[in-house]
């Protein structure tokens, strides 16, 4: 009876796991899907005027943006990437931003990377996209972000200057990536 019991103990924690697996498959992709539908739109609206006013940041604006979604794609199976080629991810979107944006949002990046440092994929830019989302940016008051080490993390921070219209946010990209890396770091 006991090797039964335990048998049966062994197959419900296995799969207990690979659900748990599937779980985060989901909400990975869920949190990749994210960067695709306003961010897309709105860096064409960019593009479209770009091409009439500067033709020469429209093809580097073309570049960044290619780079951008090839990064997504290459990265849609990775669980960590090294903080190297997710900084060179950030750079291109923040460059993305700064030409939507213009004197409207600083983005300072102040790290550098390690050969033995990874993280979850594109972390960083959804925490960037956040501040975008939920903060006024003006020339007068322009948002600034920074992404920093302090106490051995990478940190992500902003001015608070949160947006008068109230902006509907669900929480789930940030919930997805503490939920990544817990399930990671077991932090």
């Known amino acids: 009876i006991f ?6 103990w062994r197959k419900s924690e296995i799969e207990k796991e690979r659900l748990k697996t599937q779980m985060m498959v989901h ?4 949190l990749q899907n994210q960067i695709n539908p306003h961010f897309l739109f709105n860096s064409f609206n960019v593009l479209s005027e770009l091409v009439y006013e500067n033709q020469d940041l429209a093809v580097k604006f073309i570049q960044q943006l290619s780079d951008l979604y090839r990064y997504v794609l290459s990265v849609k199976t990775e669980d960590l990437v090294p903080i190297k080629k997710e900084l060179d991810f950030i750079e291109a979107f ?5 030409t939507r944006f213009e004197n409207q949002l600083e983005i300072t990046i102040d790290i550098q990377a390690k050969d033995d440092e990874f993280l979850v994929p594109m972390s960083l830019q959804l925490l ?8 006024e940016a003006t020339s007068a008051t ?3 972000i920074s992404i920093s080490r302090q106490n051995g993390s990478i940190v992500v921070t902003n001015n608070l200057q949160l947006k008068t219209a109230v902006t509907t946010s669900t929480n789930t990209g940030l919930s997805n990536i503490t939920e990544r890396y817990a399930y990671l770091s077991g932090k």
């Not at 090797?3 to 049966?8: I, M, P, Q």
């Not at 923040?94 to 700064?98: D, I």
């Not at 960037?128 to 903060?135: D, G, Q």
């Open 3 to 8: 090797f039964g019991f335990l048998s049966a």
């Open 27 to 30: 909400k990975y992709n869920a």
């Open 94 to 98: 923040a460059f993305l931003l700064k």
């Open 128 to 135: 960037v996209e956040n501040a975008v989302k939920h903060n």
């Open 142 to 144: 322009p948002l600034k």
